[in-house]
């Protein structure tokens, strides 16, 4: 028993060390991509020096690292598993009566570990630091608005309406949006008031709102009720839980928040009208990350644990790589399909990772029992 936990410590430091070092390595080649690209783009502008290029490549490592990490599982577990059977330590483990599940316990182990670490720990900071970096790439490299932008000018959101009934919504549309500071600032409003079971309660017309202070404050406004002529009221507030901050990373990239953050934004995406199948799909992608972590171990294990007597160790290898190069590519392309709508969110960030454990358990069983 003891020699097998001692064992068992050993070949997770291993496996260990060699995934670290090679996701290290991989995250170095493509940050030095990334800084040469910033600095293609940074080369027309006078007013951008090294110092905030390299900040902002800086600030994308840790997103690298996590895009990187199955890579670094699956590249790092071949030159661990491949070392350890050239050396015959497996072998002999092997001899001495313990079987490949046995010894792949650990590594298995420390795969599922740090996935964990990556999404709990590491998504957290790479998000606060993303965001960070779209700031100032926005700011200095950018020409575009930023990210309302995007939405052509005009905005469509659901709230809850609590100061006509309880249960009510109300929909807002803004036909020009413009950002200033911390306010949100719209042109040609309409607020559309509705009860629980979306019957129209009233309409409110306004040339001019701001969002500010945890309200829409509407400027020279008029209410319509049902089968009513428009009553002009003047000013009209009406409490929001929505902030600038909050309607601008509706727009933004999902990679800009915090896993902790996403259910919460998530609901508030729905409740306010906006599409959440890119932060959904984020979310769950981000969770499948340590069992696609494990995945990779075992796909790195059963190709490479072959022993090198029986030839064929190199196309063992590269059969390794390419069959975890596929299980990643059927991955991103599941991805395209959730954000297109033609898949929900938990399959297509889940079963990809699921399909791939499974044929690696089937290819571990056929290397250990056939």
């Known amino acids: 028993m003891g020699v097998a936990v001692t064992l068992s410590l050993y070949i997770a430091r291993l496996f260990t060390l060699s995934v670290l070092g090679m996701i290290a390595a991989l995250t170095g080649l493509v940050g030095l991509f990334d800084l040469i690209d910033l600095l293609r783009r940074a080369s027309t502008r006078e007013d951008v020096g090294f110092a905030l290029v390299a900040q902002i490549a800086a600030l994308h490592v840790p997103y690298y690292a996590i895009e990187i990490m199955p890579f670094g599982v699956l590249l790092g577990g071949i030159v661990c598993f491949w070392r350890l059977t050239r050396s015959s330590e497996l072998i002999v483990a092997r001899a001495a009566g313990i079987s490949a599940w046995q010894f792949l316990a650990a590594p298995l182990a420390s795969a599922m570990l740090l996935g964990i670490i990556f999404t709990g ?157 890119r932060h959904r799909l984020h979310f769950q992608s981000l969770l499948a990350l340590p069992l696609l972590a494990s995945t990779m171990s075992l796909v790195a294990a059963g190709f490479s644990m072959r022993p090198a007597r029986r030839g064929g160790v190199a196309q063992m290898i590269g059969s390794g790589l390419v069959a975890g190069f596929a299980l990643f590519t059927v991955s991103k392309v599941a991805e395209q399909f959730g954000e297109s709508g033609a898949l929900p969110a938990i399959m297509a960030a889940w079963a990809p990772t699921g399909a791939g454990l499974l044929l690696a358990v089937a290819l571990l069983l056929h290397l250990e029992d056939g």
Do not use: C, N
């Open 121 to 277: 720990v590491i998504s957290p900071v790479s998000s606060a630091m993303y965001s960070r970096a779209e700031q100032l790439d926005r700011t200095w490299l950018r020409s575009t608005g930023g990210p309302l932008a995007t939405s052509g000018g005009q905005l469509w959101l659901r709230q809850l309406d609590h100061g006509l009934v309880p249960d009510g919504v109300a929909i807002v549309h803004a036909r020009q949006v413009r950002l200033e500071g911390k306010s949100l600032y719209v042109t040609g409003a309409s607020v559309f008031r509705l009860d629980g079971a979306d019957r129209l309660l009233s309409r409110i017309e306004s040339p001019r709102a701001a969002l500010e202070g945890g309200q829409w404050v509407l400027h020279d406004a008029s209410t319509i009720a049902p089968d009513s002529l428009p009553v002009h009221v003047g000013t009209i507030e009406l409490p929001t839980d929505l902030t600038v901050r909050r309607v601008q990373e509706s727009f933004a990239s999902p990679d800009t928040l915090s896993v902790w953050a996403l259910p919460g934004f998530i609901r508030l995406l729905d409740r306010s009208g906006f599409s959440s199948v």
